[in-house]
Structures are given as C-alpha cells and as structure tokens.
Nanobody
Framework: QVPLVESGGGSVQAGGSLRLSCRAS????????FGWFQQAPGKDREGVAA????????YYTDSVKGRFTISQDNDKNTIYLQMDSLKPEDTGTYYC??????????????????WGLGTQVTVSS
C-alpha cells in the first residue's frame, strides 16, 4: 500500500492556478507534519510549505508566501496545496512527504520517511 499519492499537477501560464492533492493512508496521516517539496530542473528538492494535521499549524517559505496555501481535509486524509499567481520559477516536480519536524521556528526535513511519486507542475511565461 502506497503511503502517499499525489495528484493535480499540470501546465499553466504565468499567473494561473493549480491545486495539488496528497492522499495518505490513515496510519500515516494522524498527528503528522506533512509538507510539499519542489524539485526544479537541475536542482535539489526544497520545501515550500508544511502543515501539522493535528495542530493545523502551517508553514511557508518566503518565495511562496501569499501565493500558495496548504490545507487539510481530515475526513479524507488529504493535504492540499493551492498554488495561485504561479510563476515560471515554480516549475518542477512537487512531492508530498512526511513526517517533517514542525516547530515554532519552521519545518525540518531530517526525519522524512515517505515521499510520494511526485506530480509535475509547468508554468510558462
């Protein structure tokens, strides 16, 4: 059973919107911190947003603040990433991952155990 399944990627023009979804098995969902990472062409994966499923606390990197919104639906064990005002530099493969270390200071990736297979986002200028 795959722990994390992403969907919702696609191709849009700059300024457009996409919503990514990450469905998790119940065992992997409760009281966990989930995140979305972007892997741009030729670059390492970088975290862009995170959410703790019990506390509801959200985290964003500076590059996406005000444009992306991470949210959750506990009835569906699903994490969403609403991506608005997309820019060409948002292009890449987006991965859902857990667990992250989510604290008052932000989120860390040293405890990550599971990655989804990724979903492609392409933003053209």
């Amino acid at each position: 059973q795959v722990p994390l399944v992403e969907s919702g990627g696609g191709s849009v023009q700059a300024g457009g919107s996409l919503r990514l979804s990450c469905r998790a098995s119940t065992y992997y969902y409760d009281s966990k911190c989930f995140g979305w990472f972007q892997q741009a062409p030729g670059k390492d994966r970088e975290g862009v947003a995170a959410i703790h499923t019990r506390r509801g606390t959200t985290y964003y990197t500076d590059s996406v603040k005000g444009r992306f919104t991470i949210s959750q639906d506990n009835d569906k064990n699903t994490i969403y990433l609403q991506m608005d005002s997309l820019k060409p530099e948002d292009t890449g493969t987006y991965y859902c991952t857990t667990p992250l270390e989510c604290t008052d200071g932000g989120f860390g990736s040293s405890a990550i155990t599971y990655w989804g297979l990724g979903t492609q986002v392409t933003v053209s200028s």
